[in-house]
C-alpha cells in the first residue's frame, strides 16, 4: 500500500531485493575477509561467475536507480584481485541499501505502487 511522502516501488523489485540482499552481503564479507588474507590474491573464474551471476540479477533491481551508471560486474577477462572485488561489491550493497532505505519505512516495509 502507498503511504503519501513515500517513494515507492513495485513487488516484483521489493521481492526480488529481499531474494538477493542477504546474497550479496554475504560474498561482500566472505570478499572483505579474503582481502584481510591476501589482498593481492585473484578470484578464480567460478568465483567471477558466480558473484556475476548474482550481480546481473541485482541490476535489474536497480536498473531505474542514479546509482546504477557507477556499479559495473566484475571482469572475467580480467580477473580481479580480492581487494578490487571488495571495492565493487562494496558500491553494490550501498546502492542496494540506499533502494531499500528510499522505498521502505523505519520498520521495513516496502511501499509498494497500486
Known amino acids: 500500500m502507498s503511504r503519501?511522502?513515500?517513494d515507492s516501488?513495485?513487488?516484483v523489485k521489493?521481492?526480488?531485493h529481499d531474494a538477493t540482499y542477504g546474497l550479496l552481503r554475504a560474498a561482500y564479507k566472505e570478499m572483505q575477509e579474503l582481502s584481510?588474507?591476501?589482498a593481492d590474491g585473484t578470484l578464480s573464474p567460478g568465483q567471477?561467475?558466480?558473484i556475476n551471476r548474482l550481480l546481473v540479477d541485482v541490476k535489474a533491481i536497480l536498473q531505474?536507480?542514479?546509482s546504477s551508471k557507477y556499479l559495473d560486474l566484475l571482469d572475467d577477462d580480467k580477473?580481479?584481485?580480492n581487494s578490487e572485488a571488495v571495492l565493487v561489491l562494496s558500491q553494490w550493497a550501498a546502492a542496494m541499501d540506499k533502494f531499500k532505505g528510499q522505498y521502505a519505512d523505519y520498520n521495513g516495509n516496502w511501499n509498494l505502487r497500486k
Open 4 to 6: 503519501k511522502g513515500y
Open 9 to 11: 516501488t513495485t513487488k
Open 14 to 16: 521489493a521481492d526480488a
Open 36 to 38: 584481510k588474507k591476501r
Open 48 to 50: 567471477v561467475k558466480l
Open 64 to 66: 531505474d536507480e542514479a
Open 79 to 81: 580477473l580481479p584481485k
